[in-house]
């Protein structure tokens, strides 16, 4: 298949993007940096560099890929929790999510593609007892920085279910942990390995619709749905001869 990859230069676009090649899959991939297209076309993919918010050149780029599936896995997360640019970074998200997102269902719909698979998060459900499942109530009543992450989420999702005609699906991923990310071990529940939640984009391209827990079972989520419906595996880890092209790619210097 065609896949149109959106953020395929972030630390689940690059896993995603060795395992869509690998299974034999023509991928082109989004950046808004010129540099990172090296990196791209080193993993075999073609890069497109086209900034998310410029609604025109975002649909001429999806249009011209003529993508059978378009996957969003853009994020704005620079600063990690603690820090100080971490309120700055959430408020930054939120827009990506709200009209970044928007942005790409029309570019999607432009081009006549029915499925798309989008990066959501399991970590924004309303307060409650038990281990939440897909259907429970999101914390539409919070405040603060919280508040703008729920806000984001509920738009994307929104976006993504409606503009696919009822073949999308929206993976609800725990916090992220391994290579590229903040921690090298899981920081809290829910949580999910880098090249699990990868793995569980790349089994959404072909199959499943609606919205997925993706998470270890630690507790919070269950993710017995995703298991069951798409066949996610959260012990899943990039094979190790992917795992070496990455590594030599990441280490290569951008031009």
């Known amino acids: 298949m065609r896949i149109f990859l959106a953020g395929a230069t972030g630390v689940i676009g690059q896993r995603l993007v060795a395992l869509l090649r690998d299974a034999g899959h023509e991928v082109t991939g989004m950046t808004r940096t010129p540099a990172k297209g090296a990196m791209l076309r080193a993993l075999d993919v073609a890069p497109v560099v086209v900034d998310v918010f410029d609604a025109d050149a975002l649909a001429y780029a999806v249009t011209t890929a003529r993508p059978d599936v378009v996957v969003h896995q853009l994020t704005d997360l620079p600063s990690a929790p603690g820090t100080a640019g971490y309120p700055a970074a959430q408020q930054a998200n939120r827009r990506l ?33 038990g281990v939440h499942v897909e259907d429970d109530p999101l914390d539409v009543a919070a405040e603060g920085i919280r508040q703008l992450t729920v806000q984001g989420i509920v738009a994307l999702e929104r976006e993504v279910l ?27 529940a829910p949580s999910v390995h880098v090249d ?7 089994l959404a391209v072909s199959k499943g619709a609606g919205v997925y827990n993706v998470a270890e079972d630690d507790g ?34 951008l031009r």
Do not use: C
């Open 97 to 129: 999510r709200i009209e970044g997102t928007r942005n790409l269902m029309q570019a999607a719909r432009r081009a006549g593609v029915r499925r798309v698979v989008a990066q959501s998060i399991a970590f924004v459900y309303a307060p409650g007892d």
């Open 162 to 188: 409606r503009a696919s005609g009822g073949a999308g699906v929206a993976l609800r991923y725990g916090y992220f942990y391994g290579p590229g990310t903040w921690y090298e071990v899981p920081p809290k």
């Open 196 to 202: 699990a939640a990868a793995y569980a984009a790349l």
């Open 220 to 253: 919070a989520v269950s993710s017995a749905k995703a298991t069951h419906e798409l066949g996610f595996d959260p012990a899943f880890r990039v094979p190790e001869r992917l795992a070496r092209k990455l590594r030599s790619v990441q280490s290569e210097p």
